[in-house]
């Protein structure tokens, strides 16, 4: 498990070992608002691991205030989009020699609420957080769809997907209003088993793998927007990112 906290980590490594008994499972630090972070994590798996058949990208930050990451990203799109960019451009050789493999990253259907704004994506010129987490939830599905046309032949198959409305932490950004209703409306949200199974149904689904590329919803396929359809502005989405990282990924 990559984890940013690494006292809750240790919880929940706990939490797992005492559930299901198994004793073998690892903690590292990974932080994705941190590219020195992340490379250090994917140095220490690519040096230790001999194989990874499932990657999930799970991590994010919801409607957050106006901030930054270390090197510079608007916080949302930084962590949600380009930490799990340069996180599987790090360890896709290690993946591909693991084929099959499966990279599964974890969207929102709110990829549907906004556009991508390419001439301004750290929102310096204006911004609203929560057009700008969308943002971030819409460069996943666009990246899976590029990433699975880049990995055809390799046996290796990628899937975004929306998990649902999870009791979690992500909503502590929000306003006092909106954690009330969030509060009202709990009894209608997932928890956070239930709102793991469309990550563990695209992780190991036996047969999958011939949809790759494909957005999921409640272990079903689902129906991305128009705009996360748009190949053209995934190619443009994947060229920009792999500028703001510095990295060359054909």
Known sequence: MACRDMEKAEGARKEIT????????VVHK?????????????ELVNKEEKQVNILI????????PYSKTKDGFEMQFGVNHLGHFLLTYLLVDLIKRSAPARIVNVSSVAHTWTSMRLDDINSEKSYDQV???GQSKLANV????SLAKRLQG?????????????QSELWRHLNSRVQVAVKVFRPFTKSSVEGAQTSIYCAVEPGLEKESGGYYSDCAPARCSRTASDDDLA????ELSCKMLAITWE
């Open 142 to 145: 666009l990246c899976t769809r």
């Open 57 to 64: 990208n799970n991590a994010g930050i919801m409607m957050c």
């Open 235 to 238: 190619h443009k989405l994947w």
């Open 30 to 42: 990974l932080d994705l608002s941190d590219t020195k972070s992340i490379r250090e994590f994917a």
């Open 18 to 25: 005492e559930d299901c008994g198994n004793e073998n499972i």
């Open 131 to 133: 057009k700008a987490y």
């Open 154 to 166: 390799t046996g290796v198959s990628v899937f975004s997907l929306h998990p649902g409305v999870v």
